[in-house]
């Protein structure tokens, strides 16, 4: 009986051998790969962590150096963010908060650098819009509308549309096309919702061009009722 339990067993090792001998390479380098793309994914998360982490806190300080008006410090900061962590979202807010204080301090070269910098580089349609937004006050006041225009149009994220639309209303109104500014006027009133307070400015806009658009709903409701 012991000798066939030996017998047996030699069997299944003589088989565990053969697989092995044909199946063992293949398996060993599977498991390499696997165990490798596990370790890839988990120092690729790590590194983005860090990363986030890094650029928080040097917004942090970027922030502060805002506050304190102090931005010399401000832009050196931001410049550190861009070089380091250009693809990180703090960043690209970073970038949003130096052109914000700049723009209101008079220092419009040092807005337009930085908005510029998230239009080339953000890959956010949010952020890209803000600052597409942001940028084309900056060239309406300085009255290059077709830049403004420009940037504008370059603006996907259908949240911002009203906005875009109104800007483009003044824009149009600026250059005495009243016709188009109308049109603009009339999408950005339409596109905004009813509660929504900005909607009576434009309502104003539209009234100082001789347009009623509480008017120009009304057939359309009376129609709706039939």
């Known amino acids: ?13 003589d088989q565990l051998k053969h697989f092995w001998n044909q199946y063992g ?25 860090s990363q986030a982490n890094q650029s928080a806190a040097m917004f942090d300080e970027m922030i502060k150096s805002v506050a304190a008006g102090d931005m010399a410090m401000a832009q050196r900061t931001f410049s ?9 979202t703090y960043t690209q807010q970073a970038a949003l908060a130096l052109a914000r204080q700049a723009s209101d301090k008079g220092e419009l070269d040092t807005a337009k650098s930085a908005l510029q910098w998230v239009v080339d580089k953000s890959g956010d349609e ?8 942001r940028l084309a006050n900056i060239y309406f006041d300085a009255k290059d509308y077709a830049k403004a225009m420009t940037l504008l149009d370059g603006v996907a994220d259908e949240a911002f549309a009203a906005l875009v639309a109104d800007r483009k209303g003044d824009i149009l109104a600026a250059q005495d096309k009243r016709s188009e500014a109308k049109a603009a006027y009339l999408v950005a009133y339409q596109k905004l919702e009813e509660r929504a307070q900005y909607r009576r400015v434009i309502q104003v806009k539209l009234n100082a061009l001789g347009v009623d658009p509480e008017a120009l709903a009304a057939p359309k409701v009376a129609e709706g009722l039939k």
């Open 25 to 49: 390479k293949l398996i060993t380098g599977l498991l390499i790969v696997v165990l490798a793309a596990v370790a890839a994914w988990n120092g690729y998360h790590y590194w983005q962590r």
């Open 80 to 88: 550190d963010m861009k070089e380091r962590y250009a693809s990180a």
């Open 126 to 133: 949010g952020y890209l819009a803000i600052a597409r937004l």
């Open 1 to 13: 009986m012991a000798n066939q339990l030996d017998l047996e067993e030699q069997e299944q090792l």
